[in-house]
């Protein structure tokens, strides 16, 4: 990771600059290309000492647990926070999954099931893989639900090699319901996935006749879980894209032509600082977005900050990624080098849990209301 320090105006209290000191400092000290790469090649594809670390001496996955389950009791925001810091690094740890199941569990008011699971995903002792997709999407799920046994495939499963519970969004008639299942009870198989990105490790879940423990879930559970993946991964988007603004200042003021930093022609000059805006501009709206869903993202999570962030932190990540991998020259896209990892996390998390182009549907018909 490059050394220059975003700051964020206005968003940051003395507690939040603190945090996001404390996850950078982890990652510089346990991160780098090397033991990302090492990760990336491991089985399961997993940092396990870098997230032991961030879960027990910096408390990440306890953030948004209320404390009376075990968590610190804050609020998305300062997830929201540590995300940004793990999109400049890539390591491949359950800091999403840990968000999303954590609000699962939390949107069911079960105080029952939440008492017996959230301690566990708070300290980091434990890795709850929420199991959805099927293999079209995620609007739509791949598990069913009949007499207290699961039948299907989940896909596209966060964390999914190396989960300890999952927690399965299945159909069970014309209703969404929820399941806890361990992944040792009969009938479960998991597989892991050949992905584009290598430091976003995808399983598929096959469930057949498996027993598993049923979480009352409200009706709009899909919805508001949509709402939170989508500003999480904006959140990514934004470290990601600051990252690669870093890296493409560096390169840029390091590599000469004509006796000169290439940096220092106007028309780099000029791409870069649309690169800077693009980055600032996204970060703005994705911190808007995480205010909005820590307080009231209305009905379904149907708030249009949210559905804006989505589609506007996917499409500056995309372009920030581009730029960076022209600047940087025929280096920039080879396996050597980081930035083309970068460059497949900004196209691929354009694809996770709801593509920009239906936010973008869902927006225009929120503003119509």
Not at 41 to 57: M, V
Request: proline fraction near 5%; aromatic fraction near 4%; glycine fraction near 8%.
């Amino acid at each position: 990771m490059s050394d220059t320090v975003f700051a964020a105006p206005g968003v940051d209290t003395a507690e939040q600059s603190a945090l996001r000191d404390s996850v950078r400092t982890v990652l510089a000290r346990q991160g780098g290309s090397a033991s990302l790469r090492a990760a990336m090649a491991a089985t399961p594809r997993f940092d396990g000492s870098l997230w032991r670390t961030l879960a027990e001496q910096v408390g990440v996955a306890a953030l948004a647990v209320p404390e009376r389950f075990g968590g610190v009791g804050a609020t998305l925001v300062e997830s929201h926070i540590v995300l940004e810091e793990l999109g400049r690094s890539l390591h491949p740890v359950p800091m999403l999954g840990a968000v999303l199941a954590t609000q699962a569990l939390l949107l069911t008011r079960d105080d029952d099931a939440c008492a017996r699971l959230l301690p566990g995903i708070a300290e980091g002792s434990s890795v709850a893989a929420l199991c959805w997709a099927d293999e079209s999407g995620w609007d739509t799920r791949g598990v069913v639900a009949d007499g207290g046994l699961l039948t299907g495939t989940a896909h596209y499963v966060l964390d999914g090699e190396y989960a300890d519970v999952f927690l399965v969004i299945a159909r069970s008639g014309t209703h969404t319901t929820l399941h806890e299942v361990s992944p040792d009870a009969d009938g479960v198989s998991r597989t892991p996935l050949p992905v584009l990105d290598p430091t976003r490790p995808l399983t598929r879940v096959t469930f057949d006749d498996t027993p598993a423990q049923t979480i009352a879930a409200p009706g709009d559970l899909i919805g508001r879980l949509q709402a939170v993946a989508s500003v999480a991964l904006s959140a990514e988007q934004v470290g990601v894209s600051a990252e690669l603004l870093d890296r493409t200042v560096a390169h840029t003021s390091a590599r000469t032509q004509f006796g000169r930093p290439i940096g220092s022609f106007q028309a780099l000059k000029h791409r870069m600082a649309d690169m800077f805006v693009a980055v600032e501009s996204a970060r703005s709206i994705s911190y808007a977005a995480a205010h909005a869903l820590a307080h009231d993202s209305g009905p379904d999570g149907a708030d249009p900050t949210i559905a804006a962030a989505r589609i506007h932190c996917s499409r500056a990540a995309a372009a920030v990624a581009g730029e960076a991998v022209q600047m940087h020259g025929g280096i920039g896209i080879t396996w050597e080098h980081d930035v083309q990892l970068y460059f497949k996390r900004a196209h691929t998390d354009a694809q996770l849990f709801k593509r920009p182009q239906t936010a973008n549907e869902g927006l225009a018909r929120t503003l119509e209301l």
